[in-house]
C-alpha cells in the first residue's frame, strides 16, 4: 500500500495508518488519535495547534509529517524529508535529490501541476547548479476543496502540503452560524467587541443566505466578528462587509479590496448596496 494516498475527488489524505479528511476538527484527533504528539499554541488569541505523526520511509527518505488546526478545523498537512547532516550544503544537495523524488510522484499519481511557479531563494545557487536550481520550482494542483503540491524553501525543507479550503469546510450558511457560535465562545478574545458585533454579522449572515449561495460569494467571519469577507475569485478580489454597531441606523459598511469605493447600508438596503460590488468587475 502506498504511504502516502491523496483523493483528488473527496481531499482525502492517507499517511501510513492515519486518515484525514477536509472537515475534519481538532476534536476528531482527540477521539481517533488520542496517542499522537500534540502541540497547543496561541491560546489566548486564536486556538492552534500542531500534531506530529510518527516518521515513516516514503521515496526511500525518512519523512516528518505534521497537521495544523486552526480554529478547530484541519487547515493543512505537511511532510517533509528529516534531514540533519552537518554540513548545509550537503542537506541543501539532498534535497534537490528529495525534490526530484517527490515530483516523479506527484506526476506519476496527479499528473503535471495546474499551476508552477519559481521557488523564492537566497543563495542557493553558490552551491547548486542551474539543473538543480530548475528541480526547485513550485509545483500546485488545485481543486474544489484545496490544493496540494510542492514547495522549496532551504530553512523549512523542499515541503509537500496540503491545504484545505475554509469556505469548503463550512459547507454552507449554517457552516458559518456555526462559526460565528464558536467565535463567540472559544475565549475571552475581543470578548466586549463580540458580544455588539455577534447579532449584526448574524442578521447580516441571514439576509445574504435568502439571496446568493454560499458557495458564490464564500463568505467567512472575522475572528472577532466584526465584518464578512466575501470571496470573488474570478475578479481576484474580495468584499468586506463591516459590522458598526455604534451606528445603528446605518451598521453596515461596504468596501472592495480594488476600489477605494464603500458605501453604507442598513439591514434593509444591505442586498441592493451589496449587489454592486458582487455584480459588476469595474468599480
Not at 505523526?53 to 484541519?74: D, G, K, S, T
Not at 449554517?174 to 463567540?184: A, M, P, S, V, W
Amino acid at each position: 500500500m502506498e504511504a502516502v494516498r491523496i483523493d483528488q475527488e473527496t481531499g482525502f489524505v492517507t499517511i501510513d495508518r492515519f486518515t484525514f479528511h477536509p472537515r475534519m476538527k481538532y476534536a476528531e484527533i482527540e477521539a481517533h488519535y488520542p496517542a499522537l504528539e500534540r502541540q497547543l499554541v496561541n491560546q489566548d488569541i486564536m486556538p492552534a495547534a500542531h500534531v506530529y505523526l510518527p516518521r515513516l520511509n516514503f521515496l526511500n527518505f525518512q519523512v516528518e509529517a505534521r497537521l495544523a488546526f486552526y480554529q478547530r478545523y484541519i487547515s493543512g498537512i505537511y511532510f517533509a524529508p528529516a534531514i540533519g547532516g552537518t554540513a548545509w550544503e550537503d542537506n541543501l544537495h539532498a534535497l534537490v535529490v528529495w525534490s526530484q523524488h517527490i515530483k516523479h510522484w506527484l506526476y506519476a499519481q496527479f499528473g503535471p501541476p495546474h499551476q508552477v511557479e519559481p521557488p523564492v531563494l537566497l543563495n542557493e545557487d553558490q552551491w547548486l547548479s542551474p539543473d538543480e536550481i530548475a528541480q526547485l520550482d513550485y509545483w500546485i494542483y488545485s481543486y474544489p476543496w484545496g490544493e496540494f503540491g510542492y514547495t522549496f524553501h532551504w530553512e523549512t525543507a523542499a515541503t509537500v502540503h496540503i491545504h484545505f479550503d475554509l469556505p469548503s469546510q463550512f459547507g454552507g450558511w449554517e457552516g458559518l452560524r456555526d462559526q460565528c457560535q464558536y467565535l463567540r465562545a472559544v475565549n475571552h478574545w475581543q470578548l466586549q467587541e463580540k458580544t455588539r458585533n455577534q447579532p449584526l454579522i448574524e442578521t447580516a449572515i441571514d439576509i445574504l443566505s435568502a439571496h446568493y449561495d454560499y458557495m458564490s460569494v464564500r463568505a467567512l467571519v472575522s475572528p472577532d466578528l466584526g465584518c464578512l469577507i466575501l470571496d470573488l475569485p474570478r475578479w481576484a478580489t474580495k468584499v468586506t462587509v463591516d459590522v458598526r454597531p455604534d451606528d445603528p441606523e446605518m451598521p453596515y459598511l461596504i468596501a472592495r479590496d480594488d476600489t477605494a469605493r464603500k458605501v453604507a447600508a442598513s439591514a434593509e438596503s444591505l442586498i441592493a448596496s451589496l449587489s454592486l460590488f458582487l455584480e459588476v468587475e469595474a468599480l
